[in-house]
């Protein structure tokens, strides 16, 4: 079976929150994600995810399931080996731009953020993410 991560040159990939509840609620590209996280466990790959796209997953599984599911699933979350990044001014600043320049949701623009700070593609199936292929690289789920 191929990989995703055929034409990714980094070691490094960053997660938005569409990647991890596709994983968490095993959706359509999940596979792909169990891979990415796969060779990261192995070393291979490096995975990041901002505080800010952490946070979505959290209330998305709070919203649609309670409290208890959205604990559970940070819980595991915390567990993957996933790098949180917090954001600093420049990714703050960074992410405002993608915000401004292309009218997204704030966890898109911090995921784009992060993702063009260390020069890496974003992992996602969320199609709002095509008007950033530009700037950035997008990784999609499959």
């Known amino acids: 079976m191929s990989t995703p991560f055929e ?3 980094s070691r490094q990939l960053v997660l938005d929150s569409h990647a991890m509840l596709s994983y968490f609620e095993g959706e359509p590209g999940a596979d792909f994600v169990a891979n990415a996280l796969g060779m990261a466990e192995q070393g291979g790959l490096e995975c990041m995810m901002t505080i800010v ?3 979505e997953v959290y209330y998305s599984i ?3 399931k309670g409290e208890k599911s959205a604990q559970e699933a940070t819980h595991v979350l915390d567990q993957l080996p996933i790098e949180i990044v ?3 001014m420049n990714l703050v600043r960074s992410a405002s731009h993608f915000r401004e320049k292309f009218h ?3 966890g898109h623009c911090f995921a ?3 993702a063009q700070s260390q020069s890496c593609p974003v992992m996602t199936g969320d199609l709002a993410f095509r ?3 530009e700037e950035i690289q997008v990784l999609w789920l499959k």
């Open 104 to 106: 997204m949701a704030n």
């Open 112 to 114: 784009a953020s992060l």
């Open 86 to 88: 917090n954001m600093d």
């Open 62 to 64: 709070l919203r649609t």
């Open 53 to 55: 796209n952490w946070g």
């Open 131 to 133: 008007r950033l292929e």
């Open 7 to 9: 034409p990714v040159t």
